[in-house]
């Protein structure tokens, strides 16, 4: 699915943090030993991955390289433990954050002088990303190893941020730093505030650089940008999935098929049970904007590297399909709470929301006692909202775009 506003996009020529590293910030490397975040999103705009940039160069000595969730190829399936190796071709150790170890160790930064982080974002509090900057930033500020962001857009613009903050006793791999599920901030911008802040563990404080993008705005779509789209994960393969995911990823926790398994994860949801025509009559009265539904049955099945063992495998599922129609006016977290209420309404029974895996995800346990209580969505969403206002005075400090 593409966005209808599609022929209508501009494209403006911006500048990454990777694009300014071997140009106009090289001494930042020069005669350093440095160690590498980053996976296949880590590319200049000519293509090149910024391991071989960097590499071929001779500025540095890359002595090691860190990888995510879905490892430095980006080709590993969700939540599946990415093994440390080696790189194919330079023989350098390739140490994974996803797995037994989340933050790098002393052992891992022994060689190095300034660690490196070059990765694509999505805008939402649990893509795991995120974590694994905030722990490298932890585990460098323990070693005395210097941090250097290359900054990216965030995807979904820079402008709404959105959803509870996410309590303490809630604190996971996909819900790691107290913010808003949806944060409308960039990388860097997001280390920054951590970092000064006092956000990280014992209030560790990192020797912190973020190199800024050149070109981008706040109000800038990622296809309004002049930079390739580069799919952040394997269920991440357009712009449009990235648009309401904050808000559909909710139903990762619940009884009702996100469409993993399918070709549009998180745009085509339902179960077994559904009765779709009813929910959309639910939804309608909800007024939602800049977003229409449909009727689409569809069966999820296992897709090698992108959906392992999805909900409801090889049954048919009577489903929605979420098209978005003015991307500007949508609001995702909203979207998914609005979407879940509607299931339960209708199907109060069998709509289970399951309780720690739904409450990491929001980050607020009173969501969802709230929709199995059948309250009102918009009595959900004030809940959060003066903690929302507290976040964007501090978050405001921050911004490196206007």
């Given at each position: ?5 599609q ?6 020529t ?14 930042l490397i ?5 160690g590498i975040?980053?996976?296949?999103t880590?590319?200049l705009?000519n ?11 001779g500025?540095?000595d ?9 490892g430095i190829?980006?080709?590993?399936p969700d939540g599946?433990v990415v093994?440390?190796a080696?790189h ?8 994974s954050l996803?797995g037994?170890i989340?933050?790098p160790?002393?052992?891992m930064?022994s060689?190095v002088?300034?660690?490196i982080c ?7 509090r649990f893509y795991t990303?995120?974590s ?5 930033l932890e ?7 210097s941090v250097?962001?290359l ?5 979904i613009r820079g402008?709404?941020f959105d959803?509870?903050?996410?309590e303490q006793s809630l604190r996971?791999?996909?819900?790691w730093?107290?913010?808003p599920v949806m944060h ?5 911008e ?6 000064d802040e006092?956000q990280?563990e014992?209030?560790?404080?990192a ?6 993008m050149?070109g981008w705005?706040?109000?800038m ?12 994960s394997?269920n991440?393969?357009r712009l449009?999935t ?7 990823c909710f139903i990762e926790?619940?009884s ?13 949801i339902?179960a077994?049970?559904?009765?779709p025509?009813e929910i959309?009559q639910?939804?309608?009265q909800?007024s939602?904007p ?13 897709i090698p590297g ?10 048919r599922?009577?489903g929605?399909?979420?098209t978005?129609k ?5 609001q ?8 879940i209420s509607?299931?339960?309404k209708v199907?109060?029974e069998k709509?289970?929301l399951?309780n720690r895996?739904?409450?990491i995800?929001t980050g607020?346990?009173?969501v969802?006692?709230s929709?199995d209580?059948?309250a009102d ?8 909202e003066?903690e929302?206002h ?13």
């Open positions: 699915m593409e966005f209808s506003v022929s209508q996009v501009q494209c403006h911006v500048r990454t943090g990777a694009d300014r590293l071997l140009t106009d910030s090289r001494g020069e005669n350093k030993r440095v975040l980053t996976n296949h880590g590319r705009s293509g090149e991955h910024l391991v071989d940039a960097v590499v071929q160069s500025l540095a890359v002595t090691a390289l860190f990888g995510p969730e879905h190829m980006g080709d590993t599946e093994d440390n080696k194919p071709q330079y023989g350098i150790p390739m140490y996803y037994k989340h933050k160790t002393k052992e930064l060689g002088d300034l660690l070059d990765i694509q974002d999505i805008g939402a990303y995120i694994t900057i905030a722990l490298a585990g460098a500020a323990e070693q005395g190893v250097l962001i900054d990216r857009p965030n995807p402008i709404d959803g509870p903050i996410r996971s791999f996909v819900g730093m107290p913010i409308g901030m960039t990388i860097g997001l280390a920054r505030m951590w970092n006092h990280l014992k209030e560790v404080h020797d912190l650089t973020v190199v800024p050149e705005a706040r109000s779509w990622y296809d309004e940008t002049s930079i390739p789209w580069i799919s952040p394997p991440m393969q449009s990235a648009a309401i995911y904050p808000g559909l926790g619940t009702i098929s996100e469409g993993r398994g399918t070709p549009s994860p998180f745009e085509l339902g077994p049970w559904a009765e025509k959309i639910v939804l309608e909800f939602i800049g977003v229409t539904f449909s009727e689409e049955d569809f069966i999820p099945k296992e992108t959906a392992s063992e999805p909900k409801y495998e090889g049954e599922c009577r929605i399909r979420l978005v003015d991307r500007d006016i949508v995702p977290v909203r979207l998914g709470i609005q979407v509607a299931f339960k199907h109060p709509t289970e399951r895996r739904f409450d995800l607020k346990s009173d969802r006692k929709i209580a059948h969505p918009q009595k959900i969403f004030d809940s959060w003066s929302r507290a976040f964007g005075s501090v978050r405001e400090k921050y911004l490196l775009y206007t």
